[in-house]
Every structure is written in structure tokens, then in C-alpha cells.
């Protein structure tokens, strides 16, 4: 069996060349970024160890209530409670930033030569008005691609070439000499440059990523009361004070909005006063503080028929004659329990930040039959007075919020990124940018043989095979 000739122009495939190749494979990007996307899943999801926490993280980790607290071997053996310090998420944006930047050169090389396609053409339509027969040429080793179709010509391959450079002509491409009978051909050639803009600008957001997931934090869940103070910053140098929280209600009760207002501190001295609202946080030398719910305070006040202060435990705490106790919710979805050990009976408290009136709804129900039955007591839309049997207690309902302190530095660069790469990408799509190699070598007889050659990052379409057909028929004697 004769073999097939080799390609002109096609450089060797070194072992370097094929982890290029690799490298930038649509599959291998596709693959990196999508488990950079399930990785950032994982960390909104899974609690994250805050920085105050970071000398001692054990103990943090034991004080982890819920699934976390049940199923953490694997989760704390691949380090998920500091996901974005871990050493695979780091080795995995490594890895994205070098596929990305392989990405980025041959984008960028392919839109170069673009570039040097406009001036090659110019200078050939010029030196064939001074009648000269040679073209200003552009390396072949660009197209170190396979062939994506091969064109049978009748013809020689010098009116090969003249027939293919009148019928790119006609299409609106520029083209250029190849140092080997052939030529390169581009159209729309600046929308070429939309491709390295989109692989540099998201290479600058996984830098910023990188940067937040190094330097960056998250504190945990904070309800204040007014006037407690928290020191945050990465070494506990600013601090942020609640000066007070309001619901703002309707004249039917409904809620219409609530909001912190909270002052920035250095030292004893106020440096910035600013309103949280859920969805506009308060920033402050890249620290913000963010408003992510609410939860109500209880103090309960207990007497029996007789008049006498009731004993409640609540959370395990007695309060003795006091016939007062303090409740606190951990979250809006805690539901704790009181305990009145004289009269035996337990007492849940459940709050829906929303009603199905729209008002916020505190539920008061008495445990029965081993604490799986549920009789309830009241719903209070603020401070009131439950009766139950011959008890009577006081439920004096106040508000918190919940505060959410972080910092996110460089995520300019991950938001600007993004965007950019979509626009880009956006730009490059409409713009549909065509770019193609035609090497020409002698076939049998007179005729010759065009290898078409069309880059990677360009055969999305059906334009490469459309572009062989106009071509093959080009190259007939009856065209």
C-alpha cells in the first residue's frame, strides 16, 4: 500500500506538541471548569470555618450541629470545612489557569495572524499591479492541524492557486502566500481578537479567585443585640457595632421591610455609620456586612394559678424562683424547648419570618404523649399573653438580626472577568470569524491536490464543508 504523502507545512507532533494539544482541548477546559463550579457549590453549602477559628479549627468542627456533624469524615479528610485554602481546590485553579492560558496564546496567535493576513494581502494585490509574480508570505506551521477535507483539482497547481485566490476574493477573504504552494484565508479577521479577550479576561477572574480564596473570609451567623460590638478583619482591627435593628410594618401588620443600622469603629472612635438592608450590604476597607434574615428574642414570664413565679427550664438553664426565662433562636428554623418540671410539661416555640398573611408569626404549642404530639397554644404577632390550663405566661417578643460579616477581596476581577468573557464570547459568536489554511500540492497527472485546514478553536458550523464545496467547484472547467 503506497503511503499517503505527508502534509506540507505540518509540523511534527513532538511529545511537548501533544500535551499542547491536551492542554487545550475544549473537554479539558469544560471538565476544570466545571469542577470549579461544583467545588464553589460545595463551599456555599458547606459550613466554612471562620477566621477566628482558624488557631483552633478541631474544636470548631465539633461544635458542628446537623448532617455536617454526622457524615464529616470525608468531608473534613478533603478538607471541604476550608475548601478555599485546600490544596486540591488550589491545584485545580492551577491546572484552569494553565489550560486558560494555553487558550489564550493560540487565540491570540490565530487573531496575529489575522493581523498579518490584511497587511500580506495588501502588499500581494500591490506587488501583482507592479507585475510580480511573488507574495509576501506567512509561516506554514500555523496549521499543524489533520485536514479537514481534501479538494481534487484538474488543474496545475500555479492556476490551482490563482483559481483559488479569485474565488476567496469573491467570498470576501483576505489571504496571504504560504512559504509552501498554498495560502491563508481569513474573514471578518478582528473578531478574531474576541477569543483571546474572553480566555484573558476569565484568566483575571480565576486570579481573583484564587486571591479571594487565599485572603478572603466568612464569619458566621451574628444576631446582636443593640449596642454589642464585634471586632472583625484579618487581624481584628476594625470593628462594626448593631446601633439598632426595625421592622418596618404596615398599618394591617404586614412586613414591608427591616434594616440594621450599624457603626464602623477604630478604636472607641465611629469612622463609618451605614443601613444593611437583605440584598445592599455595608462595605467598610473591603469588609461587608451583610443582613441574610431575622429571629425574635423571647423573655417569658410564668405564674400559676396561685400567683407564684413558675420554674422553666429553657435549654437546660433553670431559672429558679425567677419565673423568667430568656430563649434565644439559633436560626429561623430552630424550634426550642421549655420545660416546667413542677407541672411537667413542655413547651415549643416555632417562628415564621412570613406568614401566610404576610406578618411575622411567633407559635407557641404544648407537647404531648412523649413530645410527638402537638397542641397549640397561640400564634403572637408580637408581646402578648398565653394561657394554658391554670397557667398564665408573658411572652415579651423582640427582634434580631442576622448579620453576616465577609471578605471578598479582588472580586472586582471575578465579576469584571465574567462579564467581560461573556461579551467577548458574545461578540465572537454574532461575528462568526472565519480563518482557513490551503496548502496545494501536485496529484496525478497535471491536476493537483488542496489540503483544507481550518484551526480548532474555528470548526464549530458547517462553514468549512460549505467553503469545500465553492471551492471544488471553483476549480471545474466549467466555473
Not at 506538541?17 to 463550579?37: C, F
Not at 467581560?420 to 491536490?449: K, M
Request: some cysteine; charged content about 20%; aromatic content about 8%.
Amino acid at each position: 500500500m503506497a503511503e499517503e504523502p505527508e502534509t506540507p507545512g505540518a509540523p511534527h507532533l513532538e511529545p511537548l506538541s501533544i500535551l499542547w494539544r491536551v492542554v487545550a482541548a475544549p473537554q479539558t477546559l469544560m471538565v476544570l471548569l466545571g469542577l470549579i463550579a461544583l467545588a464553589l457549590v460545595a463551599g456555599s453549602l458547606i459550613p466554612q470555618v471562620p477566621p477566628q477559628a482558624v488557631a483552633d479549627p478541631q474544636a470548631w468542627l465539633a461544635n458542628q450541629s446537623g448532617f455536617f456533624s454526622r457524615q464529616s469524615g470525608l468531608v473534613r479528610a478533603l478538607g471541604l470545612f476550608e475548601l478555599y485554602r485546600s490544596w486540591w481546590f488550589r491545584l485545580l485553579l492551577t491546572l484552569t489557569g494553565l489550560t486558560l492560558f494555553v487558550w489564550t496564546v493560540e487565540a491570540a496567535g490565530l487573531a496575529c495572524l489575522a493581523w498579518r493576513l490584511g497587511r500580506g494581502h495588501e502588499a500581494a494585490e500591490r506587488w501583482a499591479a507592479e507585475g510580480r509574480s511573488s507574495a509576501p508570505s506567512v509561516p506554514g506551521p500555523w496549521f499543524g492541524y489533520a485536514p479537514l477535507a481534501q479538494i481534487p483539482s484538474p488543474l496545475p497547481v500555479e492556476e490551482t492557486l490563482s483559481r483559488l485566490r479569485d474565488r476567496l476574493a469573491r467570498s470576501r477573504y483576505r489571504w496571504a502566500g504560504l512559504s509552501v504552494p498554498g495560502m491563508v484565508a481569513v474573514r471578518r479577521g478582528g473578531a478574531l481578537w474576541a477569543q483571546p479577550a474572553a480566555w484573558a479576561a476569565l484568566l483575571v477572574a480565576l486570579l481573583g479567585l484564587w486571591i479571594v480564596g487565599t485572603w478572603g473570609w466568612q464569619g458566621g451567623d451574628w444576631q446582636p443585640a443593640p449596642g454589642e460590638v464585634r471586632a472583625v478583619g484579618p487581624r481584628f482591627r476594625e470593628k462594626v457595632r448593631l446601633e439598632g435593628f426595625d421592622l418596618h410594618l404596615a398599618g394591617d401588620g404586614r412586613l414591608q421591610d427591616y434594616r440594621s443600622e450599624i457603626a464602623w469603629l477604630e478604636g472607641e472612635l465611629v469612622a463609618r455609620r451605614a443601613v444593611v438592608r437583605t440584598g445592599q450590604p455595608a462595605l467598610f476597607r473591603g469588609i461587608a456586612v451583610r443582613q441574610v434574615g431575622y429571629v425574635p428574642a423571647v423573655t417569658i414570664h410564668g405564674q400559676d394559678a396561685a400567683g407564684h413565679p413558675l420554674l422553666i427550664q429553657a435549654g437546660g438553664a433553670e431559672t429558679g424562683t425567677s419565673g423568667t426565662a430568656e430563649i434565644e433562636f439559633p436560626s429561623p428554623e430552630a424550634e426550642p424547648l421549655l420545660y416546667l418540671p413542677v407541672q411537667d410539661l413542655f413547651l415549643a416555640l416555632t417562628f415564621e419570618p412570613l406568614d401566610a398573611e404576610g406578618r411575622p408569626a411567633l407559635h407557641l404549642d404544648l407537647l404531648q404523649e412523649g413530645e410527638t404530639e402537638r397542641q397549640p397554644l397561640a400564634v403572637l404577632h408580637g408581646s402578648g399573653s398565653v394561657t394554658a390550663g391554670d397557667l398564665r405566661l408573658e411572652l415579651e417578643v423582640t427582634y434580631r438580626p442576622i448579620l453576616r460579616l465577609d471578605y471578598r477581596p479582588a472580586m472586582g476581577l471575578v465579576v469584571g472577568g465574567l462579564v467581560l468573557a461573556v461579551v467577548a464570547l458574545a461578540i465572537g459568536q454574532v461575528a462568526s470569524p472565519r480563518l482557513v489554511g490551503l496548502l496545494v500540492s501536485a496529484g496525478e497527472g497535471n491536476g493537483s491536490v488542496i489540503q483544507l485546514l481550518v484551526p480548532a478553536a474555528l470548526k464549530e458550523g458547517c462553514w468549512p464543508e460549505g467553503l469545500a464545496a465553492r471551492l471544488g467547484e471553483a476549480l471545474t472547467d466549467g466555473d
